[in-house]
Every structure is written in C-alpha cells, then in structure tokens.
C-alpha cells in the first residue's frame, strides 16, 4: 500500500493538477491510494489484461 501511495504521490508532484480519472490494472490497494492521494472525486477505471498490458508498455516508453 506505501508503494503505491508514494507512486500517486510521485506522479501528482509532476503536474500542476491531480487527474480527474485513473486508469489502472487493478491491484487490490489502487482504490484506497488513489482516494488517499489523488482525492475521493478521483474516477478509477479498472483496464482488462489486454488493454492494461498495453497502457503498461505506453508508460515504460514515456
């Protein structure tokens, strides 16, 4: 769960503004880090395997 809260955390020092939807693979402690960190206004779309797979590929290029 710390993992994944610093990540959010990491990810929102980077932007001015926190997103308005998350879209993520669905590991069990996404939802509580992303209400805790992002805010509980916050969307978070859980992907299926294939497109989730996908969005990790576009993310490592980045």
Do not use: C, W
Request: aromatic share 4%.
């Amino acid at each position: 769960m710390e993992g994944t809260k610093a990540f959010f955390a990491q990810a929102i020092e980077l932007h001015d503004d926190p997103p308005k939807k998350v879209a993520t693979d669905g590991l069990a402690s996404y939802p509580r880090a992303i209400s805790e960190e992002l805010g509980e206004d916050v969307e978070h779309e859980v992907l299926d395997d294939n497109r989730a797979d996908g969005l990790m590929t576009m993310s490592r290029r980045l």
